[in-house]
């Protein structure tokens, strides 16, 4: 029996920690869901952006995807491996995949963090406060990359 509950608690806290990481990732400036060039491109339209943040965005947008690229095609391979498990469940194997799954959704959710706040910070105060209320705005209406707990319920 207490086997069987620690294993419960273990995977319980996987699933939480996987479902927090998931939660905590922010929208904006997360060049792996899109293009940087494009979102580079929004913000200048929007924010009215200098050549100088231009180029210095236009970069960690770059360097941010580039980074996420390696990520992004674990976690594929990570859910494909799961999906498998259906067909011959194997337990411990099943239990890796989901805490590797975990630790790279978490370093992914880190990097959108570290490359939001380091383009907050090539923002004057008037484009930050433009910022703010287009995500705000998008969140509201449950965009695309609106945060999931800001989404209306159905």
Known sequence: MKTRTNRFIRRGTAVIALAAAIAAAPGFAAPERGDPERMLERMTRHLELSES??????????????EGADDRARMK????????????FDAAASESLTRELGEV???SAYRRTETRAAV???????????????????????????????????
């Not at 391979?77 to 011959?88: C, D, F, P, S, W």
């Not at 995500?135 to 209306?152: A, I, N, T, W, Y």
């Open 53 to 66: 943040q231009q180029s210095a965005i236009g970069e960690l947008l770059q360097e941010s995807a580039a």
């Open 105 to 107: 959704t978490a370093r």
């Open 120 to 154: 907050r910070d090539l923002l004057n105060e008037e484009q930050r406060a433009e910022l703010d209320a287009a995500e705000s705005e998008r969140g509201k209406k449950g965009g695309k990359h609106g945060s999931p707990g800001d989404r209306p319920r159905q």
């Open 77 to 88: 391979e990570i859910r494909e491996a799961l999906r498998a498990q259906v067909e011959n």
